[in-house]
């Protein structure tokens, strides 16, 4: 059934765990998965590359998720942006929102959880 190229996710998380976890199980369905725990390191790959789906986290040392999460809209529209943060408000869901964020998942979250965001997420991708 899949014909199209596998969809490709860049992870960003200061936490090394989070990458850790999601990598191998999103590898194992498919995906083709980057991980960066660095803000700039992840910046710096998005403008060589254009990903399918961004998961980033929003307090981070340096760049922040917001302004990485801009960026990433700026440089790819068509790329759908995941926040994932263990400081969840209805502010910055709210500011993510409207900076066209897919959707915001507040941590500690289920791996089924974000597999199905990840597939939602896809659906809209091959819908446009």
Same mark, same amino acid.
């Given at each position: ?11 960003? +998380? ?18 083709? $998965? ?5 803000? %700039?390191?992840?910046?710096?790959? $998005?403008?060589?590359? +254009?990903?399918?789906?961004? %998961?980033? +986290?929003?307090?981070? /040392?340096?760049? +922040? ?16 942006? %995941? $926040? ?10 709210? /500011?993510?929102?409207?900076? @066209? ?12 959880? %974000? ?7 896809? @659906? ?5």
């Amino acid at each position: 059934m899949n014909t199209t190229r596998n969809t490709t996710i860049l992870i960003l +998380d200061d936490e090394p765990i989070v990458g850790k976890r999601l990598k191998p199980s999103l590898e194992k369905k498919g995906y083709v $998965v980057e991980v960066f725990t660095e803000s %700039i390191e992840a910046l710096k790959r $998005v403008k060589e590359q +254009d990903f399918d789906i961004v %998961i980033t +986290d929003l307090k981070m /040392e340096g760049i +922040d998720g917001m302004q990485f999460l801009s960026e990433v809209k700026e440089r790819s529209p068509r790329t759908e942006v %995941i $926040v994932i943060t263990g400081f969840a408000t209805m502010e910055t869901a709210k /500011e993510s929102f409207q900076k @066209g964020v897919f959707d915001f998942l507040a941590k500690p979250f289920k791996l089924g959880e %974000i597999t199905a965001v990840i597939q939602k997420a896809e @659906g809209k991708l091959h819908n446009n």
